[in-house]
């Protein structure tokens, strides 16, 4: 029997603002030694009183409209319940009767797996809501230590609707949710530093069935990688159990990425189990539509913009793709509007230059070796007139005098490739690389070589 899998997610993105959610400690914590960027607010001590952090309300409705979510002006905090060690409080402060915004969309675009057909897919957005992190439980052999240094640190939730049919999209989908918010500034996003988390929801049905299967949640992956493990293992483990006849249990399950399987933690909460009221300590949050417009306009380019844009430029789109790979697609999308008549493959072979660079490629038609040259030398910090004057080249007969210098040195080499082996050639070809130390044209070599080989 085939089955078909439905997947929603719910993304934590913790916010770069400054200071807190709701007090004035330094928001970084990175490096410090646990326990010591806390105040007694965030403690959880009594008698202390939040102060909402303004610019991540900004920055929260910004991403909320990225994401073509209708805006609520007016929002409010209520208190989330639960006991655990990490949370001093007994209580999170999150957003639950009025998020930030609801019933949003993405589309996406990416390059499939034979690395020429563009695809797409569209998510649907749930909503986006505000909250404090927790802290940080660090298990050792003998005892569980707890870190507060992270407790009060400013989040987004962002729910998906169950629109996500593979693994594979679900990775897609966190990578162009972590190039988003970084090109809009508001997040660092980096996965390994638990700055961007993701919770999975999975269940499977019988392919033509409509009502879903049981849902199991994921939690706390906190890798691309590990998002699509542990969504393909928990896929499988779900049609093993119904195949046997079965029932699947509705539970969270964590990922053991040791052994690459999934385990079972607890049976799932709803959310009437977390007693959510509202803050009593804090007013709510009114927006205006002119603030939000103003927020709207705003905006930078958005991922989905830029790689338009690209194309545009006749730029292929395997080549957008692996742009964007290196954060190098703004630099490029930039540049080309400053002066269109740039080759678009010179920009996005040699990115993050400035335009002085590109005009210099344009007017000038240097080899690719001085260009390189230039380029290595311009990024360690010599000015582009500077490096140009520093270029060293090699006459014809010079590179002739080398290429046959180390045609003698490796004549066993030379012997294989007129026996037959010509794939040789490219060992030949790096030592005379080697030896002109980038100064001569890599396709000029490669010629020249090829024709004292033949003779």
Not at 330 to 348: I, N, R
Not at 419 to 437: D, H, P, R, S, Y
Request: one cysteine or more; proline letters at 4%.
């Amino acid at each position: 029997m085939e089955y078909t899998s439905t997947i929603g997610l719910e993304i934590h993105t913790q916010l770069a603002t400054k200071s807190k959610m709701f007090c004035r400690c330094n928001n970084d914590a990175e490096d410090k030694a646990p326990n010591t960027v806390v105040c007694p607010l965030c403690m959880g001590f009594p008698g202390t009183l939040p102060v909402t952090n303004k610019q991540a309300v900004e920055w929260g409705t910004k991403v909320a409209l990225a994401l073509g979510c209708k805006i609520n002006l007016f929002q409010r905090f209520d208190r989330k319940n639960y006991f655990y060690p990490d949370l001093p409080k007994g209580y999170q402060i999150s957003q639950f009767f009025f998020p930030v915004g609801e019933n949003g969309k993405l589309l996406i675009d990416y390059l499939a797996d034979d690395k020429r057909t563009k695809k797409e897919f569209t998510v649907g957005i749930t909503r986006l809501h505000l909250e404090e992190d927790a802290g940080k439980s660090i298990h050792a052999s003998n005892a569980t230590l707890v870190d507060f240094n992270r407790c009060g640190t400013p989040l987004m939730e962002i729910v998906t609707e169950p629109d996500i049919t593979s693994p594979e999209e679900a990775r897609i989908f966190m990578q162009e949710l972590q190039r988003l918010v970084r090109l809009m500034g508001v997040s660092h996003a980096d996965m390994e530093k638990g700055h961007l988390r993701v919770d999975a929801n999975i269940s499977v049905r019988p392919k033509g069935q409509k009502e879903l299967g049981t849902k199991v949640e994921v939690k706390n992956l906190n890798s691309f990688k590990y998002l699509e493990q542990a969504l393909k293992f928990e896929i499988d483990r779900q049609i093993k159990i119904l195949e046997s006849g079965g029932v699947v249990e509705q539970e969270t399950r964590g990922w053991d990425s040791k052994t690459n399987t999934s385990i079972s933690q607890r049976s799932k909460e709803g959310s009437i189990d977390y007693r959510y009221f509202p803050e009593p300590d804090l007013p709510p949050v009114v927006l205006t539509e002119a603030e939000v417009n103003s927020w709207k306009k705003d905006l930078t380019m958005l991922p989905r913009e830029l790689r338009e844009k690209s194309e545009k430029f006749k730029l292929s789109y395997d080549r957008v793709t692996e742009l964007q790979g290196k954060d190098a697609l703004l630099g490029f999308v930039k540049l080309m509007e400053q002066d269109s008549s740039l080759d678009p493959k010179a920009v996005a072979n040699w990115p993050n230059a400035d335009l002085a660079f590109y005009q210099w490629i344009m007017k000038q038609e240097p080899t690719s070796a001085a260009i390189k040259q230039v380029y290595t030398a311009i990024n360690s910090g010599v000015k582009l007139t500077d490096a140009i004057k520093q270029i060293r080249t090699i006459s014809v007969g010079e590179l002739e005098s080398t290429i046959k210098t180390v045609l003698s040195e490796n004549a066993q080499a030379v012997a294989k490739h007129q026996a037959g082996e010509t794939k040789i050639i490219g060992f030949l070809i790096g030592q005379v690389m080697n030896k002109t130390k980038g100064s001569a044209d890599p396709d000029q070599i490669k010629d020249m070589v090829s024709r004292l080989l033949t003779k």
